[in-house]
């Protein structure tokens, strides 16, 4: 049979060991989370590339029958 010492020691070491695990669980989301920013970033400036040159090539090109028409 164990002794309300025995349970209250074994409640703590659960509490320091989840204790344990959220402050890792939480560097990891605020590591992730950068990542997604500097990610988000890069697709922003990626896409504001791609319309810039979306619209230089959409004014010269002629729209015209093929050749061989």
């Known amino acids: 049979m164990t002794t309300p ?3 209250l020691t074994t409640l703590e070491i659960r509490a320091a060991e989840q204790e ?3 402050e890792e669980l ?4 605020a590591e992730q989370w950068t ?4 990610m988000q970033r890069k ?3 990626l896409t504001e ?3 810039a040159l979306e619209e230089q090539a959409g004014s010269d ?3 015209t029958k ?3 028409w």
């Open 5 to 7: 010492d025995d349970r």
């Open 20 to 22: 344990k695990t959220i």
């Open 26 to 29: 939480s560097g990891q989301i």
């Open 35 to 38: 990542v997604i920013e500097r």
């Open 43 to 45: 697709l922003d400036a």
């Open 49 to 51: 590339r791609f319309l």
């Open 61 to 63: 090109v002629p729209v």
């Open 66 to 68: 093929p050749p061989h």
